[in-house]
């Protein structure tokens, strides 16, 4: 049973503009959201998080909007630069357990 | 700086072989975690560890053991590795329980 659902796996986007990666999630009892990014052999790295008190976190050139009622999560790029090509993993959590539950990944590639 | 090692960074291995990952982190971290990322799957979770010799199961356990036996090593044990078992594994560790930090990952092959 996949709680945490990234149903693009891919997307390729010009430099400079928007790129946008949705997620969707089953389980209301999760109150914690968090965006990886993911370079070819290396592990991932935090990239922002939010909290489900929280409508949108911003954090330079990335905001993550949470819809509580849709289940549903996206991670903006404004403007998207060629370095941003990796693969972004969401992930939640539940207050108690501490267990990340990650989606299956969105391949962003910038183009130049 | 936050700082989470692992022993290998590529392995081969041959079935039925026992296998040991490492992981180390610096960051006096109660949490640690072994997940194993595969193609169209994401990131599964195999094992984790609240503290010293504490262990529970993930969502992926079988087949693979772990230890952890002082507060910055914790390792994951392939009893008898099969070719299923050919993955990218990850190691992290948290604080809060919220941001987990990343090693750089072992690419284990298994023929």
């Known amino acids: 049973d996949q709680q945490v659902k990234q149903n693009s796996p891919s997307l390729s986007v010009q430099e400079g503009r928007i790129s946008i990666l949705n997620c969707d999630y089953t389980?209301?009892?999760?109150?914690?959201f968090l965006w990886y990014k993911k370079y070819p052999a290396e592990g991932p790295t935090f990239l922002i998080s939010?909290?489900?008190?929280?409508d949108k976190n911003e954090d330079g050139r990335f905001t993550v909007f949470l819809n509580k009622s849709a289940k549903h999560l996206s991670l903006h790029i404004v403007p998207s630069q060629p370095g941003d090509s990796a693969v972004y993993f969401c992930?939640?959590?539940?207050?108690?357990?501490?267990?990340?539950?990650f989606g299956q990944g969105t391949e962003l590639s910038v183009k130049p | 700086d936050v700082k989470v090692t692992q022993s290998s960074r590529y392995l081969v291995k041959r079935t039925g072989e026992k296998v040991f990952l490492e992981c180390v982190q610096d960051?006096?971290?109660?949490?640690m975690f072994w997940y194993r990322q595969d193609p169209g799957l994401g990131l599964r979770l195999i094992y984790f560890?609240?503290?010293?010799?504490?262990?529970e199961k993930g969502d992926i356990p079988e087949g693979y053991s772990v230890s952890r036996e002082k507060k910055e090593r914790f390792s994951l044990i392939l009893e008898s590795a099969s070719t299923n078992q050919t993955s990218m594994y990850l190691c992290?560790?948290?604080?809060?329980?919220?941001?987990?930090?990343f090693g750089p990952g072992t690419r284990l092959t298994v023929l």
């Open positions: 960051m006096d971290h109660e949490n």
């Open positions: 560890s609240y503290d010293v010799k504490m262990k």
């Open positions: 389980n209301s009892m999760f109150d914690y």
């Open positions: 992290a560790s948290s604080l809060t329980g919220n941001e987990q930090f």
């Open positions: 992930a939640a959590k539940r207050n108690q357990g501490g267990k990340l539950i």
């Open positions: 939010i909290s489900s008190i929280k």
